[in-house]
């Protein structure tokens, strides 16, 4: 019988070993290997092969990837499950060894094996060796608590140590390849060996596990298993004498949150999740999470601040330094600067630079940084709209992290830097939630010194922070936040400024930028004027400097090859360069026209030019109004209406003139949106002009708002609508007598070239504006001399 060769339908075994003598169930449920158990019940000794996987995963082994030993076994039982799986009882025979493989036709695998001979006589030496393993065994079924010792006991055949040897390898619990091992062992005494190697090894960690287990539970509130394996994990290490590869990570967090200065409960807190992190297994989210969590804590600073300037002379040659011009913003800059170090906790305002485009509020408050030492970080809220851009999400969200203040201050990495809040008029608020209210938590003096990320969750304290703003308009700034601020509006520049900074600050920054030496690029004054004429239009110099570093960089590139150069840039080259003009200079219409008038808005981007249109069709009185107008815009149009019907006859217009007309306002530029009342007199100008047929002088501009009566009041912006009307060269402004104090702030260069008409009543603008005479018809006492010029500034 020994040694014997046998043909067997094979069925190959995942994650388990059958022994000879032992019983085993199991569920087959691989095709093949059902299609080989049909094969072996149909046979007359059901016999069948058994063999162990090197990989439990793989579906379909090759021979390679199965054990070549392994036990023949019989079919005791089987039951056909409703999934048609089917459960097999078996019971191992004999170690047998395949010695090849054949596709059967029945769709499965059949070997032929052959039989490993494994019994051996029993000698006392051998007995006594048995008798000591039981012993063991005892010793490790009692610790191990998931077997009867007795019931195992009962099945050990002390007078084989081949049997003996299998039943206790099968009862044991050692891994899968641990098992084979032993089945692979032929010789019985070299199994008992080894099998007391085995049971040794797992005694001791049965009883390293109990140690631990012993100072796990006195932790264990939350009896985490995780957290228990992780425990476990640990102190096989130690007790391997192996260090925790993450002790040096705990260790340098814990090292990073005693040197980072916090306040007494946010180390607290600190400390605390330290010691949450540590009980976590390594890599699990949460520890991940956790992490991530002490990183920011440790990494937003606490407690290093910037040395500041408090020198107020000093500051004022930075900001000069940095800045042509702007002498009051300046000014009020050192007077904030010196009242804040006046007062030992400066509580309340927070500077906000308000102006056009291009004109320096940025750069300013980077200045500023630099004038008192402090840092500089940055923080637009344009398009922020939602509440937790600002103050962050909680921890429980997936992929949480702090608010954009707090990461900007981590960026900053002191407690005292200049803290620019660029745009804050540009903020929006939607369903989640108003992110102006935690600006207005972060900009407030009684709340800003506890400030909570909903991320962080511990006090911040923002009061060291300088809080400078930027908006392009003052009106869409939310009103608690403008509340708190110390508004300083810029206006545009005009020609004569920009040429100079141009030239003494644009110039050089761009000609360090590309790499040129200053000694062999001249740019003449005219070349600066071309570009701000010709190739830009706006209040500020943003474009400008780009111009600039345009013509530059083509420079650049032309003198890259040449270790000697010299180059001389004027209007002319400019335009070789750029090429054709974006703009002509003069923006004035071409001829006077009937119906048109040239009015002076004030939008985001500082001053414009915005001419009115009026045309006439007969009908029945209808006005209609197109171009974007806003409701007070739209209002300001039937005030003039009223205003051009009430004055008729003053005109010689029929008294009725407007019932059969259809009169219809154009202010073209449809894409800008226009409100405000001080396009009034623009609107009645046109409209005068359309009825009386009379022309509007071509290069006069204008600005006022109009009541029903035609009084003209004040508006807004004349600064940096004067400009614009400068810029597109139109000499003749027509201003309500009331902002003739605005005339102050135009500069002296640009104030020369124009000629301004305050009015305080319509009648005067017509005068003005048209050209024509206007003969009084009735009622004659109005108007029975011409009206006086007004005067002229
Ligand atoms: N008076 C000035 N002297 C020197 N350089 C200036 C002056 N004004 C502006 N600049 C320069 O013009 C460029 C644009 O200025 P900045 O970015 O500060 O504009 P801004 O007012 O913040 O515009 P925006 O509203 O578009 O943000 C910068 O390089 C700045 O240094
Ligand atoms: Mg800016």
């Known amino acids: 019988m020994s040694n014997q060769t046998l043909h067997l339908p094979l069925?190959?075994?995942?994650?388990?070993?059958?022994?000879?003598?032992?019983?085993?169930?199991?569920?087959?449920?691989?095709?093949?290997?059902?299609?080989?158990?049909?094969?072996?019940?149909?046979?007359?000794?059901?016999?069948?092969?058994?063999?162990?996987?090197?990989?439990?995963?793989?579906?379909?082994?090759?021979?390679?990837?199965?054990?070549?030993?392994?036990?023949?076994?019989?079919?005791?039982?089987?039951?056909?499950?409703?999934?048609?799986?089917?459960?097999?009882?078996?019971?191992?025979?004999?170690?047998?060894?395949?010695?090849?493989?054949?596709?059967?036709?029945?769709?499965?695998?059949?070997?032929?094996?052959?039989e490993i001979d494994t019994k051996i006589t029993l000698t006392p030496e051998i007995s006594q060796y048995m008798t000591k393993l039981v012993e063991i065994f005892e010793q490790y079924a009692k610790m191990s608590h998931h077997l009867a010792f007795e019931g195992v006991m009962s099945t050990l055949k002390l007078d084989d140590p081949d049997r003996f040897a299998d039943t206790l390898a099968s009862h044991i619990l050692i891994t899968t390849p641990e098992k084979q091992q032993l089945l692979e062992t032929i010789s019985p005494y070299e199994r008992l060996q080894k099998l007391q190697d085995f049971l040794e090894v797992e005694i001791e960690k049965i009883n390293i596990d109990k140690r631990i287990n012993s100072k796990v539970k006195k932790q264990m509130e939350r009896a985490q298993k995780e957290y228990y394996l992780n425990e476990k994990i640990k102190a096989i290490h130690n007790e391997l004498g192996r260090k925790d590869d993450r002790s040096d990570e705990i260790e340098e967090l814990r090292q990073k949150i005693e040197e980072a200065g916090m306040p007494k409960e946010t180390k607290e807190k600190a400390t605390q999740e330290l010691k949450r992190l540590e009980a976590m297994p390594g890599v699990s989210a949460e520890a991940t999470v956790s992490r991530n969590y002490i990183e920011w804590l440790v990494s937003v600073p606490w407690k290093k601040s910037s040395k500041e300037i408090k020198d107020i002379e000093l500051a004022e040659q930075i900001l000069n330094e940095d800045h042509y011009g702007l002498e009051k913003i300046k000014e009020r800059i050192l007077e904030f600067l010196a009242v804040r170090q006046l007062i030992k906790q400066p509580k309340g305002t927070i500077l906000c630079f308000v102006g056009p485009p291009g004109v320096g509020k940025t750069s300013l408050a980077k200045s500023i940084a630099r004038a008192t030492g402090r840092k500089f970080v940055r923080l637009s809220l344009g398009g922020v709209r939602d509440e937790a851009e600002i103050r962050g999400h909680r921890r429980t969200y997936i992929g949480a992290f702090p608010g954009q203040i707090?990461?900007?201050?981590?960026?900053?990495?002191?407690?005292?830097?200049?803290?620019?809040?660029?745009?804050?008029?540009?903020?929006?608020?939607?369903?989640?939630?108003?992110?102006?209210?935690?600006?207005?938590?972060?900009?407030?003096?009684?709340?800003?010194?506890?400030?909570?990320?909903?991320?962080?969750?511990?006090?911040?304290?923002?009061?060291?922070?300088?809080?400078i703003a930027t908006a392009n308009v003052v009106h869409t700034i939310p009103a608690p936040l403008k509340d708190r601020m110390e508004i300083i509006s810029l206006s545009g520049y005009t020609h004569l400024e920009k040429l100079a900074i141009g030239r003494q600050f644009l110039v050089p920054k761009q000609r360090a930028e590309q790499g040129l030496e200053e000694a062999r690029i001249t740019i003449e004054d005219t070349a600066i004027e071309e570009l701000i004429d010709s190739y830009t239009r706006e209040a500020g110099v943003r474009n400008l400097e780009r111009e600039v570093g345009s013509v530059l960089r083509k420079v650049a590139r032309q003198v890259v090859?040449?270790?000697?150069?010299?180059?001389?840039?004027?209007?002319?080259?400019?335009?070789?360069?750029?090429?054709?003009?974006?703009?002509?200079?003069?923006?004035?219409?071409?001829?006077?026209?009937?119906?048109?008038?040239?009015?002076?808005?004030?939008?985001?981007?500082?001053?414009?030019?915005?001419?009115?249109?009026?045309?006439?069709?007969?009908?029945?009185?209808?006005?209609?109004?197109?171009?974007?107008?806003?409701?007070?815009?739209?209002?300001?149009?039937?005030?003039?209406?009223?205003?051009?019907?009430?004055?008729?006859?003053?005109?010689?217009?029929?008294?009725?003139?407007?019932?059969?007309?259809?009169?219809?306002?154009?202010?073209?530029?449809?894409?800008?949106?226009?409100?405000?009342?001080?396009?009034?007199?623009?609107?009645?100008?046109?409209?005068?002009?359309?009825?009386?047929?009379?022309?509007?002088?071509?290069?006069?501009?204008?600005?006022?708002?109009?009541?029903?009566?035609?009084?003209?009041?004040?508006?807004?912006?004349?600064?940096?609508?004067?400009?614009?009307?400068?810029?597109?060269?139109?000499?003749?402004?027509?201003?309500?007598?009331?902002?003739?104090?605005?005339?102050?702030?135009?500069?002296?260069?640009?104030?020369?070239?124009?000629?301004?008409?305050?009015?305080?009543?319509?009648?005067?603008?017509?005068?003005?504006?048209?050209?024509?005479?206007?003969?009084?018809?009735?009622?004659?006492?109005?108007l029975t001399e011409p009206i006086e010029p007004p005067i002229t500034h």
């Open 11 to 114: 069925v190959p075994l995942r994650d388990m070993v059958v022994f000879p003598s032992m019983m085993a169930p199991f569920v087959v449920g691989r095709r093949a290997s059902i299609l080989a158990l049909e094969a072996t019940l149909a046979s007359n000794e059901k016999k069948i092969f058994l063999a162990t996987q090197k990989d439990p995963k793989v579906d379909d082994p090759s021979m390679e990837e199965i054990y070549p030993i392994g036990v023949i076994a019989t079919v005791v039982q089987n039951l056909k499950l409703p999934n048609q799986n089917v459960k097999v009882m078996v019971e191992g025979l004999t170690r047998a060894e395949i010695l090849s493989q054949h596709e059967s036709a029945g769709g499965y695998t059949s070997v032929v094996v052959r």
């Open 406 to 467: 707090i990461q900007r201050m981590k960026k900053a990495g002191t407690v005292n830097p200049v803290f620019l809040l660029d745009e804050v008029d540009k903020m929006s608020m939607d369903f989640r939630g108003d992110p102006s209210a935690a600006l207005l938590e972060v900009l407030d003096p009684e709340q800003n010194n506890s400030f909570t990320d909903h991320y962080l969750d511990v006090e911040y304290d923002l009061s060291k922070v300088m809080f």
């Open 561 to 782: 090859k040449k270790s000697d150069y010299e180059v001389t840039i004027d209007r002319k080259k400019v335009r070789e360069l750029l090429g054709k003009p974006k703009f002509r200079s003069q923006q004035i219409h071409d001829k006077a026209e009937i119906g048109l008038a040239t009015g002076l808005a004030w939008t985001e981007v500082g001053g414009e030019i915005l001419s009115t249109e009026v045309a006439l069709s007969r009908g029945k009185g209808t006005l209609t109004l197109t171009g974007k107008l806003g409701d007070v815009m739209q209002e300001s149009a039937r005030a003039a209406l009223s205003y051009v019907r009430s004055r008729a006859e003053l005109f010689g217009l029929d008294p009725d003139f407007h019932a059969n007309l259809d009169i219809h306002i154009h202010v073209p530029e449809g894409a800008i949106p226009k409100d405000g009342p001080s396009a009034g007199i623009t609107m009645a100008t046109a409209l005068l002009s359309a009825v009386t047929k009379m022309p509007v002088h071509r290069d006069m501009a204008m600005t006022g708002e109009i009541t029903l009566r035609g009084k003209v009041l004040p508006v807004g912006g004349v600064k940096d609508k004067i400009l614009a009307a400068a810029r597109a060269g139109l000499t003749k402004i027509i201003l309500p007598a009331e902002n003739e104090r605005d005339l102050e702030d135009i500069p002296a260069d640009v104030r020369e070239k124009m000629e301004f008409h305050l009015v305080e009543s319509m009648d005067e603008v017509v005068i003005l504006a048209l050209d024509g005479t206007i003969v009084p018809l009735t009622p004659k006492e109005k």
